[in-house]
């Protein structure tokens, strides 16, 4: 092979909506591309479609040439990076060898990578967002669930079985609140969307003076995070008060991470953490006290700017570090 | 430099006693040495000392050569490995560069690496313990705090410092009690020696059936984790709740580990771990209980059976290690 080519095409593969972007080495996404998922039909199906969308993207690349394609999933990917197994989002798929399908479907043995999704997004902050500056970073993805990913010398750290980074599942309270996994205390049973939700409507339901009980329906019944930070913002005590308790709980996660990590930065990224002052602050504020005393003053949270791209970033710059270095990644 | 030689010595600088070893390499110990530190008489002294012990192992070794010298004391090291930070068992110390220093009392510019020593217990372990099986597995001390390293691909995992691995001081609760740090619910505040002597003293000062009362003096003044495990071994039911207790605590804290860093195997050093039944099996109970379910049945926690030797045998692995690799571990 002579030299790499400088795109890859990175895909999002999510339950509703596929995205694909082509992405030039260093500089960004040049296309992107959108299309529904349409699980419903089948793993044929949506690989077919995204092979579609990969050959309209490579159509639009220097002399029709890619390095190849990463693919970002939610859940467990397998170790090879070639399979998707039982994706939460795509119900009834099973195991998926999305490497092997989509070459026969594009009928050209373009290197394929498949990897965890909230792993892209961290590798995507280190390469060209707000992860740039650091080579070691915690990347906390707030959404439905609190997804995370160890960046390390500014490549996913995988761990044992490629599933690291579940930061989402550590635990705060050994007798606190149990998550969808019966962890008690974790910390997606303080600040998952679902659980935030219910929290605050609990806590605000009796505070009539709330801007809340104007925007969230009879009986709170439509409160989620995002009209928390809508009253939070113009002004609402209540709702800011309920936003600072869930950043107190994520300082406090975060802070184990750091103790037994050793790594300093942490990228948060997601809907939720639009809400910086709101959330982000006290989350600051919490990690420092819960943190050994040589890393309070290197300890930051910084938002990640970056919205969905950060994953088909993350996804394109995974094929070119494995094109490049195979062995450091791949070996087991 | 022709091939490496076969033999490195390992120093494990206490703040009581230095031990060093001679070491070959993939077999273990040769000779071991001991003598006081005596560090009220300041590190000249004691560098000297430990270039005395050195330069007797020395003449052990096959042709008098050795491959270079690792030393593991507690606390922080430098990035570089060539000092210690202020270390807790040598009050007064400060930074000290235990690598010029050595290698200007041995009058021979021999490699010389310091590291932490939970650290390179869990290297030891890794090559020559109870993590031999593993390439990947976390490291626990448990004595008179808790200790931690991460092994990862056989190597210590830094973090961004040097300094990853504090286990002890990840929380549990964050309404919990604080450890010397100030952390809530720290495990270190659970289990720490200290720690679990007092609360098993105030949870067995009224149970005056409990074998404890003939074992630690008036008021159990004198109770010791040690003193709890003997008890349990007599049968003593007060006793072996309370090491149940601390055992589902050390579950707790290794579980959000474990879901961290997606490595499931966990071995247990250090006195406290000869208490494998009290300690380890309730541990291991809760462990399950808190990782998520596609981790349930990897984790495994095993007991370390080497005593102090593992961090000999880790600090000279830690001089084959870097020699023959440096750019690995060295890099920042």
Redesign the interface.
Known sequence: MDSLPAFAVGVDLGGTTIKAALVERGVGIQHELSRPTEAEEGPAHVIGRIAEMVQTLIRRAPDHQIAGIGIGAPG?VNWERTAVVYPPNLPGWGIVDLRKALQEALGIPLPVFVENDANLAGLGSAHYGAGRPF??FIMVTLGTGVG?A?IY?NRIF??????????G???????GPLDR?????SIEAYIGQRFLSRYARYRLLTQRHSLVHQMAGEDLRNLTPRLLYEAARAGDEPAREVLAWAG??LG?VL???V??????KIVVGGGVSAADRFILEPARQTLR???????RD?VEIIRETLGNEAGMLGAAQLVFQLLEHPSEEL??
């Open positions: 467990t080579d070691a995370g160890i010398r995988r761990g044992t079985t490629g599933g690291a980074g579940e930061i599942h550590m635990s705060i309270d050994y007798e996994y019966g962890i008690a205390g107190h709980k406090c802070a184990s991470a103790n037994l990590l050793d790594i300093h006290r819960y943190v050994i005393p040589a890393l290197k070996e087991a």
